[in-house]
């Protein structure tokens, strides 16, 4: 069954879609890319998200999101029979989510069914909601000797936890804190919007991370906290970049700061689990600055991307929401309760028929 994933996430830098043959417990890799997202409809995905926003913006930005996701779908050369859509979040919160893309315009524009919708019945059964991704790395990357860390540097950091030989019960996975979101906010107010993040970390280069800021940082509550947990732009949004501003540090040691404050809390998150490899996936992997932090955090932990495991480290998400697709179809559960905190494992989503 050919299936397609798409996957935009907190760093609203686009819109990542692959598609992937599954069969049985075997899957492969089709094709994958990354389209933009225009800069107006990116502006107006900005002003929704944790914001107070009129119903009617949110109404037809839904709308316009699952027109954006079925051209995604199209430019595909490969025709896919079901088609898995995790759309955009505009607010993830304690006991509620929401997040936009029209599965009925998607499905219409397609003639492809779609599932769509795939958090709220996890946080119905009273977990977070998230994350949901470590279902897909159990399946594909446990390993019978190794203690890995699967790590997802996408606008927020996630790792899962996989000890070796792991049983699902087993799995822990939690959010660690920022990924490329702070860094993101940065590099558009350094470049007065020119660039929507650091590419190839440039502009933290420019700078010194302040240490003073960061102990401050790293004295947030987020990160003692036990897991289940998750976060996102209602933490590190527009009130997390007002108070960074309101320092007066100088903006690339600002950016500097933020760019090392991601990999020491991955490596606060992690340290205990002690792992013998750590495979990270997702746009912070294109960061030397985050990569080269980790590695010297963890000299000891081999420290690879899912690139070495065939598996493009820009299309994992994308893949895994293919794959949950494909569980949702099967009316299987898609869910590790370890990693979500419900109270048992859940079917996911919704199924809009073609």
């Given at each position: ?132 991704v470590p279902f897909v ?68 280069q420019k700078g010194k ?146």
């Amino acid at each position: 069954m050919i299936i397609a994933g798409i996957m935009s996430g907190t760093s609203l830098d686009g819109i990542t879609i692959a598609a992937i043959d599954r069969n049985g417990k075997r899957w492969s890799l089709l094709e994958y890319s990354t389209l933009p997202y225009p800069k107006k409809l990116r502006e107006r995905i900005l002003a929704v998200s944790n914001a107070e926003a009129h119903t009617g913006e949110i109404a037809k930005l839904n709308f316009d999101l699952g027109e954006q996701y079925a051209k995604a779908v199209q430019k595909l050369k490969s025709k896919p029979q079901l088609i898995g859509c995790h759309g955009q979040t505009i607010f993830h919160g304690p006991g509620c989510t929401l997040q936009l893309g029209e599965a009925q315009v998607i499905a219409e524009r397609t003639q492809t069914p779609v599932v769509n919708n795939f958090r709220p019945r996890d946080i119905a059964a009273g977990g977070q909601g998230a994350p949901l991704v470590p279902f897909v790395d159990y399946l594909l990357f446990r390993s019978p000797k190794q203690n890995r860390v699967l790590l997802n540097i996408g606008g927020i950091a996630n790792v899962t936890i996989l000890p070796a030989a792991a049983k699902p019960e087993q799995v822990t996975a939690f959010d660690t804190g920022p990924g490329n979101m702070v860094i993101d906010q940065l590099a558009w107010i350094i470049t007065k919007g020119k660039q929507s993040y650091d590419k190839g970390g440039r502009l933290a280069q420019k700078g010194k991370p302040n240490q003073q800021l960061l102990q401050a940082l790293l004295t947030n509550k987020y990160y003692k906290k036990h897991p289940p947990k998750s976060c996102g732009r209602e933490q590190y949004g527009r009130e997390f970049i007002a108070y960074l501003l309101a320092t007066q540090i100088d903006l690339y040691d600002l950016i500097a700061t933020a760019t090392l404050l991601t990999p020491v809390t991955i490596f606060e998150a992690i340290k205990d689990s002690n792992p013998d490899q750590l495979i990270a996936s997702g746009g912070g992997t294109n960061n030397p600055q985050i990569m080269n932090h980790l590695r010297g955090l963890m000299p000891k932990t081999q420290v690879q991307t899912t690139d070495d495991y065939g598996l493009p480290a820009e299309a994992k998400e994308a893949v895994a929401f293919a794959i949950l697709a494909h569980e949702t179809w099967l009316r299987r559960p898609g869910t590790l309760p370890s990693a979500t905190g419900a109270k048992h494992a859940v079917i996911l989503g919704q199924i809009t028929p073609a």
